[in-house]
């Protein structure tokens, strides 16, 4: 029977994997960095960079690099973070000052409970918000410190 | 006593003539944009592109339906288990129907009488009498209902079922399925020529269309688009859908003849839902990411203009009135 239940809930595990809450989250965040655009984006475009600046890089893949827009977009396919569904997106744009860019950084995501309320704790908005936060607050001092100071 | 004529020089009656004339003329009507993150309705007038008023509405709006007159718009709050009911001649909230599960997608029926509510976690739509609206029927429709359309004459309502990967077609007087249609990976938005004879349902995971002969009952096409398409919108022709693509950013273009894309218009980030204004021909899309609606040109195919709205735009469904209120 056991047995049989873990079959069951393995089955089941690919159909719930899919679906998510009907709204999605959004973070966006900017830091300006002492370097002319086209450094930063060097630097941001190269994806053998990826993990000496993202936090928790497992799972992350690589979705577009535009070299026009300066826009570099990568996604989640799989994490241990408390998000779902995570795509996410930086530019990188001139100033403010001389010599200076900036780079945005916007994630789109859900929370990981994907089912009716009453929600899990931890699993809510609220932990998902909380968790790209923190990616993003871990990240971009480490970009920032990668560009400036090469390290 | 003189009568009005005699007061009225030829001059003067030509001008008042003129200015409505004028008034006629350039009376547009308005596309209503939710605003997730604001939890607010911004109201664009067409003439002009530009944000006219922000009615607040319930937590975290997502679908419209519009009134056939363009004298109320319905907006469903998923996150308050709610719908607002606008009157658009005062530009506020005029009623609020309660639900206790999470409205997404809403269509009207052709004469206004009827709004369809598809409720994303009890897997059921409701068909609440917009004149009393605690006269409601439901229907039991497959997983995590989304986008809805009705046919023109008001006897069948299409349903995309996100997570069962379908089509439900329902029978609107007895309220019952008439039958279901198996489209590609995560259906969302769904739109419907205006001679009612295709259904196009839009394939997020599987970024496609499913194209749904309406009279075989049957897809007979499946069109690549972008990266996770949302929504689609058909010009008024049929000739044209156009497909926002939430991860690609960008709007394909849909040669409908021919099932397949020939433009790619880029737009702001993450466009949700898109809708085309048959008055201006021109198509706008809201920006979820950027808090904007993106306005292209029908004819050209070019990106016209961009609209700052509230927070996290996404406008699911008919959110562009026909006529003015």
Redesign the interface.
């Known amino acids: 029977m056991k047995k049989l239940l873990i079959i069951m809930a393995a089955l089941l595990l690919p159909?719930t994997a899919?679906?998510h809450g009907?709204?999605?989250q959004?973070v966006?965040k900017e830091i300006v960095i002492k370097a002319e655009p086209a450094k930063v984006w060097a630097v941001l475009k190269d994806f053998n960079n990826f993990s000496k600046w993202h936090p928790s890089p497992e799972g992350a893949a690589l979705?577009s690099v535009d070299d026009g827009l300066m826009k570099f977009?990568y996604e989640y396919t799989e994490t241990k973070l408390a998000f779902g569904d995570y795509?996410s997106?930086l530019t990188v744009k001139a100033g403010p000052g001389a010599g200076e860019s900036t780079v945005t950084w916007?994630a789109?995501f859900y929370r990981v409970y994907r089912?009716?309320?009453p929600i899990p704790e931890g699993q809510d908005d609220e932990s998902a918000i909380k968790a790209a936060n923190g990616v993003m607050d871990a990240g971009f001092p480490n970009l920032k410190r990668l560009i400036e100071e090469g390290k | 006593m003189p009568s009005a004529s005699t007061l009225l020089s030829t001059p003067a009656i030509f001008g008042l003539l003129l200015c409505a004339w004028v008034n006629t003329a350039l009376a547009q009507p308005y596309a209503y944009i939710t605003n997730q993150g604001s939890n607010s309705v911004s109201v664009i007038d067409i003439a002009d592109d530009k944000v006219v008023a922000t009615i607040p509405v319930g937590k975290g709006p997502v679908g419209v339906a519009v009134a056939g007159d363009g004298k109320a718009v319905y907006i469903s709050n998923v996150e308050s288990n709610s719908i607002s009911i606008l009157d658009t001649q005062q530009n506020r909230v005029s009623g609020e129907i309660k639900l206790t599960g999470s409205p997404v997608g809403l269509v009207l029926s052709p004469d206004d009488s009827t709004l369809y509510v598809a409720d994303w976690f009890e897997d059921q739509v409701l068909a609440i009498d917009t004149r009393d609206t605690t006269s409601r029927r439901t229907i039991l429709v497959g997983t995590a209902p989304a986008g809805m359309v009705v046919s023109k004459d008001g006897r069948q309502l299409y349903i995309a079922n996100r997570d069962s990967n379908d089509v439900a077609i329902v029978d609107t007087d007895r309220l019952q399925i008439i039958q279901h249609i198996a489209v590609g990976k995560h259906p969302y938005g769904l739109a419907i020529s205006s001679d009612g004879a295709k259904v196009y349902a839009v394939n997020v995971y599987g970024n496609s269309v499913s194209v749904i002969d309406v009279k075989r009952s049957s897809v007979n096409a499946t069109i690549p688009v972008g990266d996770h398409p949302y929504c689609a919108t058909v010009s008024p022709d049929g000739g044209r859908v156009y497909v926002s693509n939430t991860q690609g950013d960008s709007v394909s273009v849909i040669d409908a003849n021919a099932n397949r894309v020939f433009a790619t218009i880029p737009v702001n980030n993450t466009p949700e839902g898109i809708g085309y204004s048959a008055t201006n021909h021109k198509i706008y899309v809201a920006s979820w990411a950027d808090d904007t609606v993106s306005v292209i040109d029908a004819v050209s195919n070019k990106p016209l203009a961009s609209i700052p709205t509230g927070k996290q735009s996404r406008s699911f469904g008919q959110f562009i009135a026909a006529t003015p209120p």
């Open positions: 159909l899919a679906a009907p709204s999605p959004k966006e979705k977009k795509n997106y916007v789109r089912l009716n309320p």
